[in-house]
């Protein structure tokens, strides 16, 4: 069962936009943080950015800080959690696919800008992500 769900991936031209949203599928999810990490083939996962289970701390990737912004839908009707990366001003350098992940702990804050694989419990499958110049 796929728990998280990444979609609104696709092409765009360097200074275009897109919004990726993440479904995550689960009451629980609300009490985790999520993180959009990405991978271009060759190279390691990269932390994007990340937001807490109640989106009053988030944290960013000097390299996309100023262009990029998360958020997250708690929806309090159901057990459904959407967490969104808008992305703006894309370069050809974000090109990569783009995972969500969340948290195995919950209520935990946020560490660094950095990929830790131990922290993360539920990955999704990602979505790529391409920027032409």
């Known amino acids: 069962q796929v728990l998280l769900v990444e979609s609104g991936g696709g092409g765009v031209q360097a200074g275009g936009s897109l919004r990726l949203s993440c479904a995550a599928s689960?009451?629980?999810?609300?009490?985790?943080?999520i993180t959009w990490l990405r991978q271009t083939p060759g190279k390691e996962r990269e932390f994007v950015a990340a937001?807490?289970?109640?989106?009053?701390?988030?944290?960013?990737?000097?390299s996309v800080k100023g262009r990029f912004t998360i958020s997250r839908d708690n929806a309090k009707d159901n057990a459904k959690v959407t967490v969104y990366l808008q992305m703006n001003i894309l370069k050809p350098e974000d090109t990569a696919v783009y995972y969500c992940?969340?948290?195995?702990?919950?209520?935990?804050?946020?560490?660094?800008?950095?990929?830790?694989?131990?922290?993360?419990?539920?990955w999704g499958r990602g979505t790529q992500v391409t920027v032409s110049s």
């Open positions: 992940v969340a948290d195995r702990a919950s209520y935990a804050s946020l560490g660094g800008p950095y990929f830790s694989q131990e922290r993360y419990g539920y």
């Open positions: 937001i807490n289970w109640s989106g009053d701390e988030i944290v960013y990737a000097d």
């Open positions: 689960g009451t629980f999810f609300k009490m985790k943080a």
